[in-house]
């Protein structure tokens, strides 16, 4: 049985709402023969594009929801993003801890499993990004960082509710404009790790939760990376950020992939 493709991207703080529409609108045109049955693709934009993409995007095509959210539905939590709105706004999904937030803003193994929690209950599926540092990876406890994000991060999950939590693998010291990427070899020794810590948590639901590659994903890995048999999808950056140039790497993918 052919299993199914996750394709999606982060946008970060780098596209306007003209911009991001415009974009969503070509990469959907671009997108809209692939079999949406057998191809996922997701987009993480900036907060303020939603009012406007959720009405002019065609939600068939592509699910798209916020880089991060509070855990709390309201409160005194100045600057934050309650799941109410974004449950209110008709949002897919939403990412979790991802490495900007636990390395940048400091959040913790703790923060996350709350957010998580609060994404599967406003009925999000929720995204729970992990990774190693370059230190972690040096002193050789990478397998034991991403089980220890993974547990604590769905920390609370119900084994009915795996249907809405997907994992991506995103080491710390290869994502962003200097990072290096993972090779294939390392990466799928590092997906079994984590396939491996779902099944021990979950039992056989933990066989289906999608695990995703993000670390400078670019055409030039993304063939090699997606053909290991438990990368279940590709997480990229900024060669994702061209409506063309995303459709022709989704392209080479199922190409690669041999499918009919």
Not at 64 to 78: A, I, K, L, S
Not at 111 to 138: D, I, S
Not at 248 to 260: D, F, N, P, S
Request: with cysteine.
């Amino acid at each position: 049985m052919q299993k199914k493709l996750y394709m999606g991207s982060n946008l970060k703080m780098y596209k306007t709402i003209e911009e991001t529409t415009a974009f969503l609108k070509e990469l959907t045109e671009l997108t809209a023969d692939i079999d949406r049955e057998t191809f996922e693709l997701f987009i993480l934009p900036s907060y303020f594009t939603f009012d406007r993409i959720t009405k002019e995007i065609d939600r068939s095509l592509v699910k798209f929801g916020p880089q991060n959210m509070c855990w709390e539905d309201q409160g005194q939590f100045t600057g934050e993003i309650s799941p109410v709105m974004m449950e209110e706004l008709g949002l897919d999904f939403v990412m979790i801890g991802h490495s900007e937030r636990r390395h940048t803003f400091g959040e913790t193994d703790q923060e996350e499993n709350k957010k998580v929690l609060a994404g599967l209950r406003h009925g999000f599926t929720t995204l729970l990004c992990v990774g190693e540092t370059a230190e972690q990876k040096e002193m050789g406890i990478s397998a034991e960082i991403l089980r220890e994000q993974i547990l604590c991060g769905f920390h609370g999950v119900t084994e009915e509710q795996t249907d809405r939590i997907w994992v991506a693998y995103e080491p710390v010291w290869s994502i962003g404009v200097n990072g290096t990427p993972a090779s294939a070899d390392y990466a799928e020794e590092m997906h079994i790790v984590m396939r491996n810590c779902l099944i021990e948590r979950f039992g056989e639901a933990g066989k289906t939760i999608p695990v995703l590659y993000g670390g400078s994903v670019n055409p030039g890995n993304a063939n090699e990376l997606i053909v290991q048999p438990h990368i279940d999808g590709l997480f990229i950056g900024r060669a994702a950020w061209d409506a063309q140039k995303f459709n022709a790497l989704i392209r080479g993918v199922i190409e690669t992939l041999q499918w009919k």
